[in-house]
């Protein structure tokens, strides 16, 4: 019998690569953008010198000089196995920190499957065991799924356990959720987070709130050298409120990297980066002074300058305290200018639908 017109079955139309939702990455790393841009809040000299032993290990030293709080020395470690499966991915990965005091913090990431990741973190204060915690990550095409238990004890009956979720909901739009579990002797509880993410081509807006409060950053990318940031906090417990704005200029013809900040309790910090040309020894140094009661906060940049010899010699030298105000004061103010427009409108808009 010959073939009825219409009744014959069309193939289906596969799914072509454009029409699919993207991974929307994990809860974690909701906020991931707008943090990286706040300097890493230190008083004084940091020097690292990182040293590649071969291209699966490498070795890095890092020392910190201050006046305020204590002087420390880290040595680590990191070791990237043989299953590469990108171009910036390889599994297994160890990491490993070391300070002066006999303190470790190891990391171990490995990729079981394809979708599945796994890591075990643990960290030791001196000689005694602080805690360890195991992640597992599942990946699907528009979706991750992630379950954290963190020092669980079964003797005792305590630990903490974090279960994440996110979904993408059109390739701009990803939902998701968070629920952490704690118990102990005496008391056990949940908390939940529910957490919405909406990117842009040079934007990216995340809202989290839950029964502990709310978290939003704003992320913008103005130019290939200049990114700003807003973030506002609101807590539930403390009952306070705070908004602090970042960014971040990067210079790569001259190796420099600026970060600063500024936040509603009129706390300034900002962080020099300046890397050497073999692009394994790089200094950073900064400020974050604390303001007092009954005192106007001033900052006046860092008391010692970094000066790396040809010698190989490291010479930690006092500066007069109008020359490194004057030097910050004219590195920072052209980059506040530019930034003020893309900072102010996030703000106010955070606050008058949060607040």
Excluded at 65 to 80: C, K, P
Excluded at 102 to 130: C, D, M, P
Excluded at 175 to 186: F, T
Aim: charged share 15%; net charge negative.
């Amino acid at each position: 019998m010959p073939p009825v017109a219409g009744l014959t079955p069309t193939p289906d139309k596969k799914e072509t690569q454009e029409d699919r939702l993207p991974n929307p990455g994990t809860f974690e790393e909701c906020h991931r953008k707008c943090k990286e841009l706040f300097p890493i809040q230190m008083e004084g000299v940091k020097l690292t010198v990182n040293k590649g032993l071969s291209n699966y290990f490498q070795v890095n030293h890092t020392i910190s000089l201050s006046t305020i709080g204590e002087s420390n020395y880290h040595f680590g470690a990191t070791y990237v196995g043989t299953k590469q499966l990108g171009p910036t991915e390889a599994f297994p990965v160890l990491v490993g920190d070391l300070d002066n005091s006999g303190s470790l913090n190891a990391q171990i990431i490995h990729q079981v499957v394809n979708n599945i990741r796994t890591k075990i973190a643990l960290q030791t204060q001196q000689s005694k065991f602080v805690n360890w915690q195991m992640d597992t990550e599942y990946r699907g095409e528009d979706f991750t799924a992630a379950l954290t238990m963190g020092n669980p004890d079964i003797l005792v009956g305590s630990g903490i356990l974090v279960a994440h979720y996110m979904q993408s909901i059109t390739p701009s739009l990803a939902l998701g959720g968070e629920l952490v579990y704690h118990r102990r002797p005496g008391e056990e509880g949940t908390v939940m987070s529910l957490a919405g993410r909406y990117t842009a081509p040079n934007w990216t807006a995340t809202l989290t709130l839950g029964q502990a409060g709310a978290h939003a950053t704003y992320y913008h990318k103005a130019n290939d050298q200049l990114q700003v940031g807003v973030e506002f906090e609101a807590s539930a417990r403390m009952q306070d409120t705070s908004v602090s704005f970042a960014y971040q200029l990067d210079l790569p013809k001259a190796n420099l990297l600026f970060k600063g900040s500024v936040d509603s309790n009129w706390i300034v910090g900002a962080t020099l980066e300046k890397k050497a040309a073999s692009s394994s020894t790089h200094s950073s140094h900064g400020s974050f002074p604390q303001p007092q009661e009954k005192q106007i906060p001033v900052w006046l940049g860092p008391d010692y300058w970094l000066t790396l010899c040809s010698s190989s010699e490291l010479v930690v030298s006092p500066l007069h305290p109008d020359l490194l105000a004057s030097l910050y004061l004219l590195t920072s103010l052209p980059v506040f200018l530019l930034a003020l427009p893309h900072l102010l409108l996030p703000g106010f808009i955070l606050m008058f639908i949060l607040i």
